[in-house]
C-alpha cells in the first residue's frame, strides 16, 4: 500500500509540474523556457521516488540505499554525464538570456541557421530557413560560438553592406559643363554649389592656377556621386535615421573601386528587408550612367561575339 501511496503521489507531483510549465509558456511574454529546469527535477524525482518505493519493498531504509549509492556516483555520473551537462547549459543559457524559443540563431559547426523551436534538457531543436530540424546539444550553445539574431530585431534596423565596383577608367574631374548638369538634380543641387564656393574660395585664397585641371581643388564626378548617394540615403524613408549611414570607398582591385553603402533599413522583416536592399541597388545601378562613370563588369560571352561581329562587320 505504501508503495502505491508513494507511486500516486509522485505522478501527481509530475503533473503538477507539467501543468505549472504549461502555465507559465502560455502567461510568460519573455519567451524564456523553463523545459530543462522541469525535466531535471522531474528526472530528480522519479530517482528519489524509485529509490524511496524499493526500500519499502525491499524492507530497507531509503537511507541505506542512498549511502550505497554514493559508493557508486561516479558510474552515476558517467551514466547521467549528458543529463547533467544539459542542466548545466541550461542554467548558463538562461541566466544569460543567451537563447530564447523564436530566435533566429546561425551555427556552422551543426549547420543550424534557422528559428530555436524547442529548448529541452538534452537538445535545442533549431527548424532551417528550408524546413529541416537540427538538434544541438545544449551544453555546445555554450562551449562553442553561435550566432543569435535577436538583438538586430530587438534594435529595429537591419544592416545593409553591399559594393558596387566603379570602373576607374571613368573617372573624371567635373567640367564647368558637367557641374550644370549635375545642378538640377535636386538631391544635390545646394551640395554643388557649396561645394564649388567652397572650392573657388580656397583656390583663389592659394593662388591657385586654374588653367592646369590638375592644380587646386576640384570636384569629381565620383565624388559627386558619392554626396548624391549619401542624400538618397539620408531621404530614403525606409533608412534607419540613428544609425550608422555612410558611402565609402574600399581598396581599389583589379576589378575596379568598390562605393559601399553602409546603412540599416528600419524593416528586419527577411522577405520585406530583401525586398528594400533591392530597391535601393536597382537605383543605384540605373543612375551610374547619369553621372558619366561606368560599372566594372568582366568580359562575358556576349561581348566576344559582339567583337567579333564588329570585325567581320570592319571587313
Not at 531543436?125 to 530585431?153: C, E, H
Not at 566594372?296 to 560571352?301: A, D, K, L, M, R
Amino acid at each position: 500500500m505504501h508503495g502505491l501511496y508513494h507511486s500516486g503521489l509522485l505522478r501527481f507531483i509530475n503533473g503538477s509540474l507539467s501543468l505549472i510549465h504549461e502555465i507559465y509558456t502560455i502567461c510568460d511574454t519573455s519567451n524564456k523556457s523553463l523545459k530543462g529546469f522541469v525535466q531535471i527535477i522531474q528526472v530528480a524525482l522519479f530517482f528519489i521516488g524509485a529509490i524511496i518505493i524499493i526500500g519499502i519493498v525491499i524492507n530497507k531504509s531509503p537511507a541505506t540505499l542512498f549511502a550505497g549509492l554514493g559508493a557508486s556516483a561516479a558510474i552515476l555520473m558517467l551514466v547521467f554525464k549528458d543529463t547533467i551537462l544539459g542542466f548545466v547549459a541550461g542554467i548558463q543559457l538562461s541566466a544569460n538570456d543567451m537563447l530564447r524559443p523564436g530566435d533566429w540563431i546561425t551555427m556552422d559547426k551543426y549547420a543550424a541557421d534557422g528559428t530555436v523551436i524547442d529548448v529541452t534538457l538534452h537538445a535545442v531543436k533549431v527548424r532551417n530557413f528550408d524546413k529541416t530540424i537540427t538538434t544541438i546539444p545544449p551544453y555546445a550553445l555554450v562551449t562553442d560560438s553561435f550566432q543569435n539574431w535577436r538583438g538586430m530585431f530587438d534594435s529595429g534596423g537591419r544592416r545593409v553592406k553591399r559594393s558596387v565596383y566603379i570602373d576607374m577608367n571613368s573617372v573624371k574631374f567635373c567640367t564647368p559643363e558637367i557641374l550644370e548638369k549635375f545642378s538640377h538634380i535636386s538631391l544635390i543641387s545646394d551640395y554643388i554649389k557649396e561645394k564649388e564656393k567652397e572650392l573657388n574660395e580656397y583656390n583663389e585664397t592659394h593662388h591657385i592656377d586654374s588653367s592646369v585641371w590638375v592644380n587646386g581643388r576640384r570636384q569629381t564626378n565620383l565624388g559627386v556621386f558619392r554626396a548624391y548617394l549619401a542624400s538618397y540615403l539620408k531621404h530614403h524613408p525606409y533608412v534607419h535615421r540613428e544609425f550608422y549611414c555612410m558611402v565609402r570607398h574600399l581598396q581599389p582591385t583589379e576589378k575596379g573601386i568598390p562605393i559601399e553603402l553602409y546603412f540599416f533599413i528600419t524593416n528586419t522583416e527577411w522577405v520585406t528587408y530583401e525586398g528594400l536592399q533591392a530597391d535601393v541597388f536597382d537605383h543605384v545601378l540605373a543612375v551610374i550612367p547619369e553621372f558619366e562613370l561606368s560599372v566594372f563588369q568582366n568580359v562575358s560571352g556576349m561581348d566576344l561575339r559582339q567583337i567579333g561581329s564588329d570585325i567581320l562587320q570592319q571587313k
